[in-house]
């Protein structure tokens, strides 16, 4: 029924399946977990005009806890059983004024489209809405409406939370997670495992899989009884095998996890109820650890250069690897590192910024191997999980990206990044996501790029870039990006002069807003380095020089980097 609306909103056809993140009154939420209060809508009134009708759907969409029960009053019957707001959310930051008649056209600014799952999709600056409505019984009810939650940007914030939906990558080695936007409160976990189930057009086999049988629904909800949450799947039990049962239950716990109630989770698929691994029904939050993105066990150590030489430890107390480049005479002259997830193998960037150089950090008796030679200007190296090193050549201005996969290196053509003038570029540790800083003219950007992978981990290509959410403040340059979180990068930019500084921190996705992390966002000193890790509770830092801040403590005095000591990093 509202197809034709949709597509025509946000200039693009968008089917997407009928599940997602709106419930119809399923629980009352939780006071600490959910801003406000409950807010149940006037449903429609005897002999009110179309814009009346108009204006009171709107605002029935902004219930809370989130729910179309009352909005689906103001429908025609037809419409009512064909609507299906679940399919996607539209917000916006202002509504304009309803036109009367029986087609309704109704003007929105800064809208932001979701998906079924509640993925950002992409925003435009304004779009029109049209409505048809129809007498019925005496009384105007909408007949045309969009398939979609339509609610204003600033309820969205207030209802909907940051959250990721876990998959696993095309080889089945890893958990990569996906962004959302899930309502807060007791809806919380029933929306996240529905998110999990849903599939939609722009679903990228070769950058993440499911292992629910397509088709898969849960119950209305996921209570959560005594800490357990208790997944009920529609389905065959006899028809989904052991290794597949485990996987499904590693996504949901990964998934689950994210809601604080949650101590365990329970499965049953088709009424029976699954046994896990241990031989209990109730799976703990530490099952699928080993599918863990930041790498097993996620490292913490710092590492950097002294005089040259690679050295590890806590801030501070750094001390030399046992490698190769550890020794008091390293082979070759460095001037940025990157070091793998396990910390056993270092990438070094060579002086001239020509020559990339790999050695172990842990016997001095180790292989030493020049991986890449005739670059122009290599930037610091990057690892993933499967121990590839990524690394920029800036090349002058014609940017290229090479890959180091079991000793062998190679170009990799990137859309968008190829060719063009790039100053940093970092790969996330699952190894599907490159993100780079694009410059032209005096404005920098940050982009992300998804990488396609075949189900050996072969790398079979990327998507278009996606620039990020940054604010449009007046900016010399962005001098760093690091990785905040899984999901998250800050970015280190000038705020007008080059002492002082800021740090945003934004989803890896584009989604609009900034991620708030806490500590210390504005700085002053020339800094320009950022140390971070996405591995939780672990300090970050920014650097200027010698001169050391803590981004997550900034009320604690972090001494000076020794002389001669460069290069700060964590492992990734």
């Not at 040259?308 to 082979?331: F, I, K, N």
Request: hydrophobic share 40%; aromatic share 6%; net charge negative.
């Amino acid at each position: 029924m509202g197809a034709v609306v949709a597509a025509c909103l946000l200039a693009g056809c968008v089917q997407m399946p009928t599940s997602g993140p709106v419930e119809e009154a399923e629980g009352t939420g939780v006071a600490e977990d959910v801003p406000g209060i409950s807010f149940d809508p006037r449903p429609p009134q005897a002999g009110q005009a179309t814009s009346e009708i108009v204006d009171g759907f709107f605002e029935a969409m902004t219930a809370t806890p989130v729910s179309a029960r009352v909005a689906r009053q103001f429908l025609s019957r037809e419409a009512a059983e064909e609507w299906v707001p679940e399919q996607q959310i539209i917000t916006y930051s202002e509504l304009g004024d309803v036109t009367a008649g029986t087609s309704v056209r109704v003007a929105m600014t800064d809208v932001n489209l979701y998906d079924a799952r509640g993925a950002w999709q992409r925003t435009r600056a304004g779009a029109t809405l049209s409505i048809g409505l129809v007498k019925e019984d005496g009384e105007w009810r909408i007949d045309e409406v969009p398939d979609a939650l339509v609610v204003p940007e600033s309820w969205f914030d207030d209802w909907y939370e940051r959250a990721s939906l876990y998959y696993f990558d095309p080889t089945t080695e890893v958990m990569v997670p996906e962004p959302v936007f899930v309502p807060r409160g007791e809806q919380l976990a029933s929306s996240l495992v529905r998110g999990l189930l849903t599939t939609t057009s722009a679903d990228l086999d070769d950058v993440a899989r499911s292992y629910f049988p397509p088709g898969t629904t849960h119950g209305l909800s996921v209570p959560i009884v005594s800490g357990v949450a208790e997944v009920s799947l529609s389905g065959d039990p006899d028809a989904v095998d052991e290794l597949t049962t485990e996987r499904m239950l590693a996504q949901l716990v990964w998934t689950l996890r994210q809601e604080p109630r949650i101590g365990a989770v329970q499965l049953s698929i088709g009424g029976r109820t699954i046994v896990g691994p241990s031989g209990s029904p109730q799976v703990s939050l530490q099952f699928g650890s080993a599918y863990d993105p930041n790498g097993v066990p996620a490292s913490t150590d710092l590492y950097a250069l002294d005089r040259g030489r690679v050295v590890t430890g806590r801030m501070g107390e750094l001390a030399p690897t046992l490698g190769p480049l550890g020794q008091e005479d390293p082979p070759v002259d460095l001037r940025s590192i990157g070091v793998n997830l396990a910390g056993s193998r270092v990438a070094g960037t060579t002086a001239t910024g020509s020559e990339l150089v790999v050695a172990p950090t842990e016997a001095p008796t180790g292989e030493f191997a020049t991986v890449v030679a005739g670059a122009v200007d290599l930037a610091a190296p990057h690892w993933d999980y499967r121990d590839r090193i990524w690394v920029l050549d800036r090349n002058g201005g014609r940017a290229r990206v090479i890959q180091v996969a079991d000793g062998v290196a190679g170009e990799v053509t990137v859309p968008g990044l190829t060719g063009r003038r790039l100053s940093e570029l970092i790969v996330s540790r699952d190894g599907s996501r490159l993100v780079a800083v694009v410059r032209r003219g005096s404005t920098d950007r940050v982009v992300a790029v998804r990488i396609r992978h075949d189900a050996a981990g072969a790398v079979v290509g990327f998507t278009r870039p996606q620039s990020l959410s940054l604010p449009t403040e007046d900016t010399a340059r962005i001098r760093d990006v690091a990785w905040r979180s899984p999901t998250t990068v800050s970015v280190l930019r000038d705020i007008i002069t080059d002492d002082l500084a800021q740090v945003r921190t934004v989803s890896v996705d584009g989604a609009p807003g900034e991620i708030s992390t806490g500590g210390a966002t504005s700085l002053r000193g020339r800094l320009r380095t950022l140390v971070s890790t996405p591995v939780d509770l672990v300090e970050i830092y920014a650097v200027a020089g010698r001169s050391v801040f803590s981004l997550t403590r900034p009320e604690r005095e972090v001494p000076d980097l020794a002389p001669g000591l460069t290069s700060l990093t964590y492992v990734g």
